[in-house]
């Protein structure tokens, strides 16, 4: 009897984990969907505002001032709520904010747009950070690597955020009426998953309780942790490398390849998937060789393919040369966020650090390209890529497990 309870015990604890994993992985996709959603309706949102294409410009950066935010407010809502009520808060966040962004566009109301742009931005910001966390801790739990999986996850959700703004532009629907159909539908969402994720918040052991300005002093002395900042480099080397082929791929292929718009457009596609499908089946790769040699592989792959891509005198090696580039750059913010959690005690604070780094490559390094540009050509500019690609090679051994074992999730299964 007693082998049978243990069994039937087994079964049940399984299907929560996998709930639990679940979960996650939608809380991923939803990220991906939110920050995508406005995008393809850029046009319109210009028109209905009655602006310039530079005040959008500058309405838009309130996402990325309200993400900052969230990266610094994710640990202490994580301590405060728990992991439960704190992700499906910032969802409904994220719901709201969205809401708010197609009501404002109808009402024409630009300060109330950029309000939502901010709270958006925040939702996202703090999102990110709990959902890595968490993604940590299913890790752990399952003794398997899942962070690759659920960041192509946000991958599959952003295209299909895309995809759902592009849809409702071709057949006329307006804006806000998109944006408050998907607020429904986020905030639906984000009730019933976050049903399935555990209570508690994995910021910290139990039974070590800190005040305010102590939680503020570790978060601090993350950054002067020389691992963890190693382990930003990563971040930074991968993060300006996506950041880099979002903003300015078409425009190489296009501009400096001669390839027509369809095509430029098709391998940014092609980028895209590739990027995808290379976190979904990254994981076993990462079970077998382990964090660090998976990101020199990958790093290593980056490199070539931006050479192939910079140098390459026909289509096909350009093309090339886009698949390895977008093989660099899927592995090393997942792994990296994996590796900055189990990297010292309270694993929501080390996340904001490296996120922080990885967000400024993403927002920082594009314009820095555009800025080298100018002097020269984007080709010419995107050897900062290749670089970027290198010290991520050369930082990659920051990843190593703090326990014996190819990953963090390896070690807890031990």
């Known amino acids: 009897m007693t082998d049978s309870r243990s069994g039937a015990d087994a079964v049940v604890d399984r299907r929560v984990l996998v709930r639990w994993r679940t979960a996650i992985i939608v809380a991923f996709g939803i990220g991906g969907i939110t920050l995508a959603a406005w995008g393809p309706r850029l046009p319109e949102l210009r028109a209905e505002l009655h602006v310039t294409t530079g005040t959008i410009g500058v309405v838009l950066a309130a996402v990325t001032v309200g993400s900052v935010a969230g990266l610094l407010l994710a640990t202490p809502l994580l301590r405060t709520l728990g992991s439960r009520r704190a992700i499906a808060s910032t969802i409904l966040l994220v719901a709201v904010a969205l809401a708010v962004i197609g009501l404002a566009a109808a009402l024409g109301s630009v300060p109330l747009v950029a309000v939502a742009f901010v709270a958006a931005g925040l939702g996202i910001g703090s999102l990110d950070v709990m959902i890595n966390v968490e993604g940590t801790a299913v890790e752990a739990a399952m003794g398997r690597t899942f962070l690759p999986l659920m960041h192509a996850a946000w991958s599959g959700g952003a295209a299909l955020g895309s995809g759902i703004g592009a849809a409702c532009a071709a057949l006329g629907i307006a804006p806000s009426v998109q944006f408050v159909g998907e607020a429904v539908a986020i905030a639906v969402a984000g009730l019933v998953l976050t049903r399935s994720i555990p209570a508690g918040a994995r910021t910290e052991e139990p039974g070590e309780p800190q005040t305010t300005g102590r939680k503020v002093l570790e978060w601090l002395r993350g950054w002067a942790d020389w691992r963890l900042l190693l382990i930003g480099v990563v971040m930074l080397g991968v993060e300006l490398g996506e950041g880099s082929a979002n903003n300015w791929l078409t425009l190489a292929t296009r501009d400096d390849h001669g390839e027509p718009a369809a095509v430029a457009a098709l391998f940014f596609t092609v980028f895209a998937l590739t990027e995808a499908a290379t976190r ?23 490199v070539l393919g931006a050479v192939a891509f910079i140098l390459g005198g026909t289509w096909w090696i350009a093309l090339v040369g886009v698949l390895l580039w977008a093989v660099g750059v899927s592995m090393g913010f997942p792994l990296g966020m994996s590796a900055a959690a189990e990297s010292g005690p309270d694993p929501a604070a080390r996340v904001s650090v490296v996120a922080s780094i990885g967000y400024f490559a993403n927002f920082a390094g594009p314009p820095a390209i555009g800025l080298l540009a100018e002097r020269s050509s984007v080709l010419t500019a995107l050897w900062l890529v290749a670089a970027a690609f ?18 963090g999730a390896a070690a807890a299964r031990a």
């Open 280 to 302: 979904a089946l990254g994981g076993p790769f990462v079970d077998r060789f382990g964090r660090v040699w998976t990101v020199r592989v990958t790093a290593a792959l980056g």
């Open 390 to 407: 290198v010290a991520a090679f050369v930082a990659s051994g920051a990843l190593r497990p703090r326990t014996a074992g190819p990953t």
